[in-house]
């Protein structure tokens, strides 16, 4: 596999799990912005989708899935040191399933399979959108890091399932869009053609936090230049489906 994605997922579990290891109960039940959901429910909802991705590593993807389309799930322990620990131990075992799998080893997943290391990429984001979550619950500003560039590149490669699971036609083909982002650091990201006539420029944090769900377009600083670029604002999702909570 790949060891700068692998290193750089264990960093993303690390620094969620840096953040909510010393909180105290009363912030572990505090109403985070998934309605519903504390921020235990949200840690919790890592280590169930860590334990279906450990299924799905190991070949048993027939179990992950319920009938309904959602992977079983179970109550959330009432001690916040017991839903870490879980999450600890269940992310701890995918990712050594991964780093034993060829890069390119098919993963079965949701809408299909996908190369491990996409599937490695898709954990990597959900760790981090839910960490945002985290962060706003616990009133504490998360620091964006050159790793969002997982995301961003993971962004713009679901644009044609976003499309078609949303039943929305593009308005024009999507090779017609290029992203001109800014990293965390303050280096130009490029993806799609260079001389695509439409482009999306901005800061690549507000476009994963917008392809995450997680900010509203409106909200970010993000140009769209083109009615292809204006309709990828309003659907743009880094991951598979609405089944995953991500």
Not at 88 to 93: E, F, G, M
Not at 218 to 232: C, E, I, N, R, T
Request: glycine share 6%; proline share 9%; with cysteine.
């Amino acid at each position: 596999m790949d060891d700068v994605l692998l290193a750089d997922l264990a960093a993303e579990h690390q620094v969620l799990d840096d953040l909510v290891a010393p909180l105290p109960m009363e912030v572990w039940a505090r109403p985070s912005p998934s309605p519903g959901w504390t921020l235990a429910h949200q840690i919790h909802h890592l280590d169930v989708s860590e334990g279906a991705a450990l299924l799905a590593l190991t070949g048993h993807s027939d179990q992950v899935f319920a009938p309904t389309g959602r992977w079983p799930d179970r109550p959330v322990p009432d001690d916040p040191a017991e839903v870490l620990g879980n999450w600890r131990s269940s992310r701890t075992a995918s990712l050594e399933v991964m780093v034993s799998l060829d890069a390119r080893a098919p993963i079965i997943w949701g809408d299909g399979p996908m190369t491990c290391r996409s599937f490695a990429t898709a954990r990597l984001m959900e760790t981090w959108a839910h960490g945002l979550d985290c962060f706003t619950t616990a009133g504490v500003e998360p620091v964006d890091t050159d790793r969002l560039r997982h995301v961003a590149h993971l962004g713009f490669r679901a644009l044609p399932y976003a499309f078609r699971s949303q039943g929305v036609t593009p308005p024009a083909p999507l090779s017609e869009l290029r992203l001109e982002l800014t990293s965390p650091s303050g280096e130009a990201w490029t993806y799609g053609d260079p001389k695509a006539p439409q482009s999306i420029t901005g800061s690549a944090a507000h476009w994963c936090r917008v392809a995450t769900r997680r900010m509203n377009s409106a909200d970010s600083d993000l140009k769209a230049h083109g009615p292809l670029a204006q309709s990828v604002m309003t659907v743009a999702r880094a991951y598979l489906s609405d089944s995953s909570s991500a």
